[in-house]
Protein backbone atom coordinates (compact mmCIF):
# COMPACT_ATOMS: atom_id res chain seq x y z
CA UNK A 1 0.00 0.00 0.00
CA UNK A 2 2.97 2.58 -1.56
CA UNK A 3 -0.01 4.56 -2.74
CA UNK A 4 -1.04 7.98 -1.68
CA UNK A 5 -4.78 9.29 -1.59
CA UNK A 6 -5.24 12.85 -2.19
CA UNK A 7 -8.85 14.46 -2.70
CA UNK A 8 -8.96 16.97 -5.47
CA UNK A 9 -5.30 17.39 -5.67
CA UNK A 10 -5.09 19.03 -2.61
CA UNK A 11 -3.00 17.71 0.40
CA UNK A 12 -6.08 15.72 2.24
CA UNK A 13 -5.46 14.88 5.92
CA UNK A 14 -6.18 11.28 5.62
CA UNK A 15 -2.99 11.27 3.43
CA UNK A 16 -0.77 7.84 4.13
CA UNK A 17 2.22 8.97 6.71
CA UNK A 18 4.86 7.91 5.01
CA UNK A 19 6.28 6.11 8.69
CA UNK A 20 2.93 4.28 8.95
CA UNK A 21 2.95 0.89 9.77
CA UNK A 22 0.32 -0.98 7.79
CA UNK A 23 -2.19 -2.93 10.58
CA UNK A 24 -4.28 -5.56 8.80
CA UNK A 25 -7.48 -6.43 10.49
CA UNK A 26 -10.30 -9.23 9.58
CA UNK A 27 -14.21 -10.28 10.99
CA UNK A 28 -16.39 -12.09 9.99
CA UNK A 29 -19.71 -10.72 9.03
CA UNK A 30 -22.23 -11.23 11.43
CA UNK A 31 -26.35 -11.42 10.90
CA UNK A 32 -26.30 -7.88 11.83
CA UNK A 33 -23.89 -6.93 8.88
CA UNK A 34 -26.19 -8.96 6.45
CA UNK A 35 -27.33 -7.26 3.43
CA UNK A 36 -24.94 -4.05 4.78
CA UNK A 37 -22.92 -2.27 2.01
CA UNK A 38 -18.87 -2.69 2.26
CA UNK A 39 -17.74 0.69 3.15
CA UNK A 40 -20.52 0.99 6.01
CA UNK A 41 -19.44 -2.19 7.32
CA UNK A 42 -15.76 -1.40 7.68
CA UNK A 43 -16.86 1.87 10.04
CA UNK A 44 -17.52 -0.34 12.29
CA UNK A 45 -14.23 -2.61 11.85
CA UNK A 46 -12.08 0.42 11.41
CA UNK A 47 -14.30 3.29 13.22
CA UNK A 48 -10.93 5.75 13.36
CA UNK A 49 -10.94 6.13 9.92
CA UNK A 50 -13.52 7.77 8.01
CA UNK A 51 -15.91 6.74 5.15
CA UNK A 52 -14.26 8.54 2.85
CA UNK A 53 -11.44 7.24 3.23
CA UNK A 54 -12.44 3.30 3.49
CA UNK A 55 -14.12 3.86 0.36
CA UNK A 56 -10.96 4.93 -1.33
CA UNK A 57 -9.43 1.47 0.29
CA UNK A 58 -11.90 -0.47 -1.18
CA UNK A 59 -11.21 1.09 -4.62
CA UNK A 60 -7.96 0.62 -4.48
CA UNK A 61 -8.66 -3.31 -4.08
CA UNK A 62 -6.94 -3.07 -0.76
CA UNK A 63 -10.12 -4.83 0.98
CA UNK A 64 -10.48 -8.53 0.34
CA UNK A 65 -13.53 -10.46 1.18
CA UNK A 66 -13.94 -14.56 0.99
CA UNK A 67 -10.26 -14.22 -0.27
CA UNK A 68 -11.08 -11.71 -3.16
CA UNK A 69 -10.63 -8.11 -3.23
CA UNK A 70 -13.24 -6.06 -4.07
CA UNK A 71 -13.40 -2.68 -5.87
CA UNK A 72 -16.72 -1.86 -5.23
CA UNK A 73 -17.76 0.30 -1.78
CA UNK A 74 -21.61 -0.54 -2.19
CA UNK A 75 -20.73 -4.05 -2.74
CA UNK A 76 -23.92 -6.00 -0.16
CA UNK A 77 -22.66 -8.54 2.34
CA UNK A 78 -23.75 -11.55 3.48
CA UNK A 79 -23.84 -13.28 6.61
CA UNK A 80 -20.80 -15.53 6.96
CA UNK A 81 -18.23 -13.93 4.98
CA UNK A 82 -14.79 -12.87 5.66
CA UNK A 83 -13.78 -9.38 5.18
CA UNK A 84 -9.68 -8.43 5.35
CA UNK A 85 -7.96 -4.80 4.82
CA UNK A 86 -4.95 -3.42 5.68
CA UNK A 87 -5.11 -0.16 7.15
CA UNK A 88 -2.24 2.35 7.25
CA UNK A 89 -2.19 5.14 9.85
CA UNK A 90 -3.51 8.70 8.67
CA UNK A 91 -3.44 12.01 10.54
CA UNK A 92 -7.14 11.28 11.38
CA UNK A 93 -6.93 7.44 12.44
CA UNK A 94 -3.88 8.88 15.15
CA UNK A 95 -5.84 11.63 16.25
CA UNK A 96 -8.92 9.18 17.65
CA UNK A 97 -7.57 8.71 20.93
CA UNK A 98 -8.98 9.76 24.29
CA UNK A 99 -8.02 12.60 26.06
CA UNK A 100 -9.44 13.33 29.33
CA UNK A 101 -11.00 16.90 29.73
CA UNK A 102 -14.00 18.58 31.84
CA UNK A 103 -16.97 18.15 29.95
CA UNK A 104 -20.34 20.28 30.71
CA UNK A 105 -22.79 16.99 30.05
CA UNK A 106 -26.57 17.89 30.70
CA UNK A 107 -28.33 14.59 29.59
CA UNK A 108 -27.16 10.77 29.14
CA UNK A 109 -28.48 7.27 29.58
CA UNK A 110 -27.51 3.86 27.97
CA UNK A 111 -28.36 5.52 23.85
CA UNK A 112 -27.03 8.49 24.13
CA UNK A 113 -25.68 11.50 25.81
CA UNK A 114 -26.16 15.61 25.60
CA UNK A 115 -23.24 17.65 25.71
CA UNK A 116 -22.83 21.52 25.75
CA UNK A 117 -20.31 22.16 23.59
CA UNK A 118 -18.31 25.61 24.64
CA UNK A 119 -17.47 28.13 21.98
CA UNK A 120 -13.51 27.90 21.51
CA UNK A 121 -13.62 23.83 21.44
CA UNK A 122 -13.53 21.57 17.94
CA UNK A 123 -15.44 19.03 17.87
CA UNK A 124 -13.60 16.97 14.92
CA UNK A 125 -9.94 16.45 14.70
CA UNK A 126 -8.68 18.15 11.70
CA UNK A 127 -5.91 19.78 10.26
CA UNK A 128 -4.11 22.63 12.76
CA UNK A 129 -5.97 20.68 15.56
CA UNK A 130 -5.44 16.96 15.75
CA UNK A 131 -5.70 16.74 19.58
CA UNK A 132 -7.76 18.52 22.45
CA UNK A 133 -10.95 18.16 20.62
CA UNK A 134 -14.63 17.42 21.76
CA UNK A 135 -14.21 13.79 20.19
CA UNK A 136 -10.89 12.97 21.91
CA UNK A 137 -12.59 14.41 25.55
CA UNK A 138 -15.56 11.77 24.17
CA UNK A 139 -13.60 8.95 24.29
CA UNK A 140 -12.11 9.28 27.45
CA UNK A 141 -15.68 9.92 28.93
CA UNK A 142 -17.46 6.89 27.15
CA UNK A 143 -14.22 4.63 25.89
CA UNK A 144 -16.98 2.58 24.39
CA UNK A 145 -17.19 5.07 21.69
CA UNK A 146 -13.98 3.97 20.36
CA UNK A 147 -16.24 1.01 18.55
CA UNK A 148 -18.38 3.51 16.93
CA UNK A 149 -17.97 6.18 13.77
CA UNK A 150 -16.56 9.30 15.13
CA UNK A 151 -16.97 8.29 18.35
CA UNK A 152 -20.48 8.79 18.03
CA UNK A 153 -21.10 12.42 16.76
CA UNK A 154 -23.57 12.43 14.42
CA UNK A 155 -23.46 16.58 13.90
CA UNK A 156 -21.30 19.50 14.20
CA UNK A 157 -20.80 23.27 15.63
CA UNK A 158 -18.58 25.42 14.53
CA UNK A 159 -15.23 25.99 16.80
CA UNK A 160 -16.25 29.06 18.01
CA UNK A 161 -20.39 28.32 18.45
CA UNK A 162 -21.43 27.20 21.55
CA UNK A 163 -24.44 24.56 21.73
CA UNK A 164 -26.06 21.44 22.47
CA UNK A 165 -24.50 18.47 20.51
CA UNK A 166 -26.16 15.28 20.94
CA UNK A 167 -23.91 12.09 20.46
CA UNK A 168 -25.07 8.16 20.11
CA UNK A 169 -23.69 5.45 22.26
CA UNK A 170 -24.34 2.70 20.70
CA UNK A 171 -24.08 1.73 16.77
CA UNK A 172 -27.92 1.64 16.70
CA UNK A 173 -28.37 4.81 18.63
CA UNK A 174 -25.82 6.52 16.22
CA UNK A 175 -27.72 5.05 13.13
CA UNK A 176 -30.98 6.26 14.24
CA UNK A 177 -29.78 10.03 14.84
CA UNK A 178 -27.63 9.83 11.45
CA UNK A 179 -30.93 9.02 9.82
CA UNK A 180 -33.23 11.40 11.56
CA UNK A 181 -30.73 14.23 10.97
CA UNK A 182 -30.24 13.15 6.59
CA UNK A 183 -34.17 13.19 6.46
CA UNK A 184 -34.38 16.53 8.25
CA UNK A 185 -36.31 15.74 10.97
CA UNK A 186 -34.40 17.06 13.41
CA UNK A 187 -35.05 20.92 14.39
CA UNK A 188 -32.04 23.13 15.38
CA UNK A 189 -32.29 26.36 16.77
CA UNK A 190 -29.20 29.02 16.52
CA UNK A 191 -28.96 32.96 18.82
CA UNK A 192 -26.58 35.13 17.01
CA UNK A 193 -25.74 38.57 17.84
CA UNK A 194 -26.14 41.10 15.20
CA UNK A 195 -24.43 44.76 14.21
CA UNK A 196 -27.88 46.52 13.54
CA UNK A 197 -31.38 45.72 14.08
CA UNK A 198 -33.14 43.18 11.68
CA UNK A 199 -36.93 44.60 11.04
CA UNK A 200 -38.29 41.68 9.17
CA UNK A 201 -38.04 38.13 9.04
CA UNK A 202 -36.06 36.13 6.31
CA UNK A 203 -34.40 33.65 4.97
CA UNK A 204 -31.17 32.65 3.59
CA UNK A 205 -31.86 29.47 0.96
CA UNK A 206 -28.61 28.47 -1.19
CA UNK A 207 -27.03 25.92 -1.51
CA UNK A 208 -23.33 24.65 0.55
CA UNK A 209 -20.08 22.91 -0.63
CA UNK A 210 -16.33 22.56 0.83
CA UNK A 211 -14.71 26.11 -0.38
CA UNK A 212 -12.45 25.03 -3.32
CA UNK A 213 -9.32 26.61 -2.35
CA UNK A 214 -10.00 26.84 1.66
CA UNK A 215 -10.89 23.08 2.50
CA UNK A 216 -11.55 23.79 6.17
CA UNK A 217 -14.13 26.20 4.84
CA UNK A 218 -17.46 26.00 3.40
CA UNK A 219 -18.68 28.25 1.15
CA UNK A 220 -22.15 28.81 -1.31
CA UNK A 221 -21.61 26.36 -4.27
CA UNK A 222 -22.96 27.73 -7.37
CA UNK A 223 -26.20 26.42 -8.94
CA UNK A 224 -26.88 22.94 -9.22
CA UNK A 225 -24.25 22.02 -6.99
CA UNK A 226 -23.19 21.24 -3.38
CA UNK A 227 -25.79 20.58 -0.32
CA UNK A 228 -29.54 22.67 0.07
CA UNK A 229 -29.21 24.66 3.20
CA UNK A 230 -31.36 27.19 4.75
CA UNK A 231 -31.42 29.20 7.67
CA UNK A 232 -34.57 31.20 8.35
CA UNK A 233 -33.95 34.45 10.11
Known sequence: MGAKYRAGGLDDPEEEADDGAAERRGAEVDTAGHGERLDRWLTGMAPEFS??????????????????????????????????????????????????MALDFVFEDEYLLVVNKPAGLVVHPAAGNWSGTLMNGLLAHHPAAASLPRAGLVHRLDKDTSGLLVVGKTLEAVTALSRQIAAREVHREYLALTWGRIDTAFNADQPLRRDPVSRVQMAVAPAGLGKPARTDV
Request: charge should be positive; aromatic fraction near 2%; proline fraction near 6%.
Open 51 to 100: RNHLQSLVERGCVVVDGKPQTKPSQKLRAGQRVDVELVPTEESRAFRAEA
